[in-house]
């Protein structure tokens, strides 16, 4: 059905700028180079300038000054022809530019109407020779691709001296580079034909590479949504092509375009928000927008714009420079000989210029950066945090803050930061910039910008201690990994998966064995999958429960692997019971109907400890408990004054915490009172939050949103909740409620939402700063829900400390999180503690109204064959010389004269130990031979 999608984006219509809104007196340079010799900030407008025998850099702003004229300045920047440039995403003032004179600059620009810098922030010098390529990090601060000739080089520009890896040469010219969105891959093409794509960090050789290119004429590479690669190039016939790649697998194109014959190479313009592609052509007075989809139809053409003079370059101006209020969904400027070309994509509404079109602006990527140079290198993939492009909403400028860099830096500039010559504002600079998403909990990303950028390193007196109070509270779990298991254990080819259900459902269940997920069919029917069958579903149709109603929630029985108890939007529970090997044929008659509720049921969770105890929410605002040992309603608790978003039951099964529309949190003891023994205030947000007891129920992890929509984790004491949160972490904008697992063995959270493709990871303690973000995990496509299984199911010898079950459009893919470990060989019990058997109950749910309480048993996860970690054998320590500029800077000469003699006696041993000649025995004198 996807051929019969109706895309918003279809009737886009190219605006050229009127000529008194063109950026005059521009003389653009040379285009015999690889970049796209013009880019863009909300404020800056950096193009190639026309100088013999030298790179010079031409300057102006987006928008007219006050008199409303451009003002364009020039700077000399290299001694040899400036082959690209590209501005930081994280500092619309810093440029870093590359020559033929093998140099990469890092530039802070000023307005174009102040004196500009006339030396560098920064000078790198791979001797590489010509630079071709140089481009920014998408995710993390001061972090640099650079390619030489043949070879792509990753550079942290607080380590000056050497870069941090220098990829596998090409074997011929290196025509372009491209980082994915989220940072983790960097794609090539190559004149030898060949598109690779690498990760930096794990091989310094490409993960997949093909030779699909059919000509060694310029191509560019360019990553477009989800996995897609999209190239531009020529054919055999010179006709220039574009065309979409599965950068997972390169052996052909998923599709392709072609845009007839010319000698000018396409410069691929792209807008992850909207998926337009904008095609711009060397030397054509012309200009095609196509968009891009995950799905059939892939590639689809939108507009064909004719343009008054030839192109020399262009680029795209970000998102937060559009007039949203005009249906602007994209701006390109289009560089030529004598000009800037302003291009407005705009989409034809009737309200345009009166209200804000929110269906076509999504959230978009923020400024502030997700990480340092550091923290990237070291495996982190946290993600670039997203701001709303409605006019009330966007963030407000920053107050600039105080830039720190290396001596030798400050002195190559010639002019102190304070110099009024030089006309320039000191803002903070995104080399050293740390992430903010977790500020407000001291999260270890609020001070990870120690590490990188211009901050010098720690001196060699500095103790441990105080390099660990810089960078902040450490985990065991801070590099933990999230794997995609093998395509063997993945269920595919689900059909009809409803993926509309309420927010406060999940979107599917798990146990150990099974899986039960909704259908968009009538009759409310539920799929209920084998996990001991994995592989292709078949095209007929299965046997399925028909629930006779839509499904509100649906929750396996945590004692009893083969019931299943569903609500539906008639206000009835249905428990049914799923046979030995899986449903064979259609069940239409559940083993029992509860009802009670008087209106529809938001959410069922069965209880903890207690056999056949189940509790459930509804529309009428009331809480009831359940037994199905009678089938009857045993328990109503009131005192909710609006939608109950979310419920928890406490570790030891005693109290039931709720999370409400009103903004409150309440708990409950349901064996005392029907009404709230504690309450306090939630979320303010009204968009929907869950609640989870976490730290051996001691605190409340809640997720929910702010007045702003921002969405938030907050912790609460669980005794005392009159007061407002004791921790906060923003986790970025997004419309979908942040859904949490929690393990408490390792105290781990483990949160995602329907329809992210990000999963967040944070170790909570009971002491400051009780989140300690861990590295995230991301997912290859939009996922519709993440469920966990039991501990039991996780492989202790790869250090697994949760397995989960991923939902996905038309699949289930299991994901595995690992704790990075040199000696597997052996039980990692500092990782897994004794587990509780939470699979058996503890009592009967008579038992539990009766007043009485239980706990679960503990087992211990370590194989019979494997050694603890704790017992392994010490190795022989390995001594430590420090470097020699200790000694002659911390020593006087007759300590290091104390030290040699010291080391010389070592060497030649004890001189007070007898020799083991002196200790052998003689022979008696008539034992000698005659």
């Avoid at 629930?547 to 529970?573: E, M």
């Avoid at 207690?610 to 608790?637: C, F, I, M, N, P």
């Avoid at 030290?899 to 000698?928: R, T």
Wanted: aromatic content about 6%; overall charge negative.
């Amino acid at each position: 059905m996807s051929r019969f999608y109706t895309s918003k984006f279809k009737n886009t219509t190219p605006k050229i700028a009127k000529k008194d809104g063109w950026i005059n007196n521009v003389r653009a340079g040379s285009f015999s180079c690889q970049g796209n010799h013009i880019k863009a900030t909300s404020k800056l407008v950096a193009f190639h300038g026309e100088q013999a025998g030298g790179g010079m850099l031409g300057l102006s702003s987006v928008k007219p000054g006050s008199d409303g004229q451009w003002t364009v300045s020039h700077i000399s920047c290299h001694s040899d022809l400036m082959t690209d440039m590209d501005f930081s995403p994280f500092d619309e003032n810093l440029l870093a530019t590359c020559s033929a004179d093998a140099t990469v600059k890092l530039w802070r620009l000023c307005d174009p109407e102040l004196e500009q810098p006339s030396s560098p922030e920064l000078t790198l010098q791979p001797d590489q020779g010509r630079l071709e390529l140089v481009q920014f990090h998408p995710t993390a601060s001061g972090l640099l691709a650079v390619g030489s000739a043949k070879s792509p080089l990753i550079w942290d520009t607080g380590r000056q001296d050497v870069p941090l890896a220098a990829l596998e040469p090409h074997s011929d010219q290196l025509q372009s580079l491209s980082w994915k969105r989220d940072g983790a891959l960097l794609a090539s093409s190559c004149k030898d034909k060949m598109l690779r794509v690498f990760d930096p960090r794990a091989q310094l050789t490409p993960v997949q590479s093909a030779k699909v290119l059919q000509t060694n004429k310029d191509s560019r590479i360019l990553w477009t949504k989800d996995d897609l690669l999209l190239t531009t190039s020529f054919d055999m016939m010179r006709s220039r092509e574009v065309r979409l790649w599965d950068s997972r697998k390169l052996s052909s194109s998923v599709s392709s375009a072609s845009l007839g014959t010319s000698s000018g190479m396409l410069i691929p313009l792209f807008d992850e928000d909207t998926g337009l592609l904008v095609l711009a052509g060397l030397g054509d007075t012309f200009m095609d927008c196509f968009e891009v989809s995950s799905s059939e139809p892939f590639l689809s053409q939108v507009s064909h714009c004719l343009l008054d003079n030839s192109t020399r370059g262009a680029a795209v101006v970000p998102k937060l420079a559009l007039d949203v209020m005009s249906c602007e969904v994209m701006r390109v400027l289009q560089l030529t000989d004598n000009a800037i070309v302003p291009i407005s994509y705009q989409v034809p509404r009737k309200n345009s210029g009166h209200e804000f079109q929110d269906d076509l602006y999504p959230d978009t990527v923020g400024t502030t950066p997700a990480m340092s140079a550091d923290e990237w290198w070291q495996g982190g993939n946290k993600q670039v945090g997203k701001v709303s492009l409605q006019p009330d909403k966007q963030p407000k400028p920053k107050a600039p803050a105080a830039r720190h860099m290396p001596a030798k830096v400050e002195a190559a500039n010639g002019r102190s930061k304070g110099d009024p010559a030089r006309g320039c504002s000191t803002s903070s600079s995104p080399l050293s910039s740390p992430s903010s998403s977790a500020a407000q909990s001291g999260s270890p990303s609020s001070t990870s910008g120690l590490s990188s950028g211009f901050l010098p390193s720690p001196s060699p007196s500095q103790s441990t201690k105080a390099i660990q109070n810089m960078l902040g509270p450490s985990s065991k779990f801070r590099h933990i990994q999230g794997a995609l298991m093998h395509r063997d254990t993945h269920i595919t080819n689900i059909r009809n998966l409803n993926l509309t259900t309420p927010g406060e459902c999940d979107g599917f269940c798990v146990n150990s064995q099974r899986v039960a997920v909704p259908l968009a069919i009538s009759g409310g029917q539920i799929a209920v999958l084998e996990r001991s069958q994995p592989g292709r579903l078949p095209e007929t149709a299965m046997p399925t429960i028909q629930n006779s109603v839509n499904v509100a929630d649906l929750s396996w029985d945590p004692f009893d692997t083969h019931r299943l108890a569903v609500a539906g939007d008639d206000a009835k529970i249905r428990v049914w019971q799923v046979p030995n090997g899986g449903l064979r044929e259609t069940l239409t008659e559940p083993e029992l109907i509860m009802q009670g509720h008087t209106e529809k049921i938001y959410s069922i969770k069965f209880h903890p400890l207690a056999s056949g105890l189940l509790v459930s929410s509804s529309y009428d605002l009331t809480v009831r408990l359940w037994s199905l040992e009678s089938g009857e309603q045993v328990k109503l608790l009131t005192g909710h004054e609006e939608q109950i978003f979310s419920m928890a039951w406490s570790p030891d099964g005693k109290l039931l915490a709720t999370v409400c529309k009103d903004g409150k949190i309440r708990i409950y003891d349901p064996r005392k009172s029907t009404a709230p023994v504690q309450e306090g205030p939630g979320p303010e947000g009204h968009r929907g939050a869950r609640i989870l007891w976490v730290c051996e129920g001691k605190y409340l992890l809640v997720s929910g949103f702010d007045c702003h929509s921002q969405r938030q984790l907050y912790l609460h004491p669980a005794d005392s909740l009159s007061s407002r949160a004791i921790a906060i972490v923003d986790v970025g904008i997004s419309p979908s409620t942040l859904i949490p697992f929690y393990d408490p063995d390792t105290s781990v959270a483990i949160l995602t939402g329907k329809g992210d493709t990000r999963v967040h990871i944070y170790e909570i303690v009971p002491e400051d700063p009780y989140f300690i973000e861990c590295s995230s995990y991301n997912s290859p496509e939009l996922h519709k829900g993440l469920a966990f299984l039991p501990k039991t199911e996780c492989n202790v010898r790869d250090v697994e400390i949760a397995v989960g079950l991923m939902l996905t459009k038309a699949s289930i893919e299991p994901v595995a999180f690992r704790v990075p470990r040199v000696k597997k060989e052996f039980f990692q019990d500092d990782v897994y503690t004794d587990t509780a058997e939470w699979w058996k109950p503890a009592l009967t749910a008579s038992a539990w109204l009766s007043g009485s309480n239980g706990q679960h048993k503990k087992i211990s996860l370590k194989p019979k064959d494997m050694t603890p970690l704790s017992e392994a054998p010490k190795e022989a320590p390995v001594r430590k010389y420090l470097p020699s500029s200790v000694y002659l800077e911390e020593k006087t000469d007759e300590q290091k004269k104390e030290e040699l003699l010291s080391a010389m006696v070592a060497k030649l041993g004890n001189m007070d130990d007898p020799l083991p000649q002196e200790s052998f025995e003689g022979v008696d004198e008539d034992e000698w031979d005659d």
